[in-house]
């Protein structure tokens, strides 16, 4: 399988085990779903009733005066516990490195399906001007975008940084949630390998 090259118009060869999968949603959603939820603090915390200072003293007798209740901290009453307090807990979920790594290869297929992988052999800008990194963009017709690139510079990442729909990863960053929010992923020929190497 081969692809053009957006700048030379060289073909690049392209791993057919990699990008040549079958879309598994199911995979994708639960890879997915783990990366999002072990970015969660998980830190939500309420007092129950026994986390309340005050009295524990009954405040009326049991009997003859319609309810019966022990002290004001019940979550009954207005500044009393929360009934079910939420406490902190962790959100992660195992995903395996086998899994991780194909839910990447087949988000990466289906992006070149649909011709929204791009490669280039090079891509940086002069200077951290955003409007540098704007004006390249527009030149390729693409909008939001996520470029891989190891060669990048310093002034790439910087200028990236005011665009909102933009962004710049390297091959250890790639993930499969910016894969997927991207409308264009732009990669570098020398990034694409290490993404192969890492796949295969």
Do not use: C
């Not at 309810?67 to 979550?75: F, I, L, N, V």
């Amino acid at each position: 399988m081969q692809i053009n090259t957006l700048d030379s118009k060289k073909p690049v060869t392209l791993n057919d085990a990699i990008f040549g999968r079958e879309f598994t949603e199911d995979l994708v959603h639960q890879v997915v779903t783990a990366y999002r939820n072990a970015g969660r603090a998980g830190t939500k915390a309420q007092k129950s009733r026994s986390d309340l200072s005050g009295t524990t003293k009954k405040f009326k007798k049991q009997k003859g005066g319609g309810a019966r209740h022990g002290d004001y901290r019940a979550p009954i009453f207005v500044g009393g516990g929360r009934a079910f307090a939420a406490r902190p807990r962790s959100f992660e979920q195992k995903v395996n490195r086998k899994m991780y790594r194909a839910a990447v290869a087949t988000i990466l297929a289906e992006l070149n399906r649909q011709e929204r992988l791009k490669v280039v052999d090079a891509f940086d800008v002069e200077a951290a001007k955003t409007k540098l990194l704007a004006a390249k963009l527009a030149g390729y017709g693409l909008g939001r975008t996520l470029i891989v690139t190891d060669t990048g510079t310093e002034a790439l990442f910087l200028a990236a940084r005011n665009l909102p729909h933009v962004a710049v990863l390297d091959t250890a960053s790639v993930n499969p949630v910016d894969l997927i929010r991207a409308e264009h992923v732009v990669v570098t020929v020398d990034a694409l390998k290490k993404i192969e190497e890492w796949l295969a």
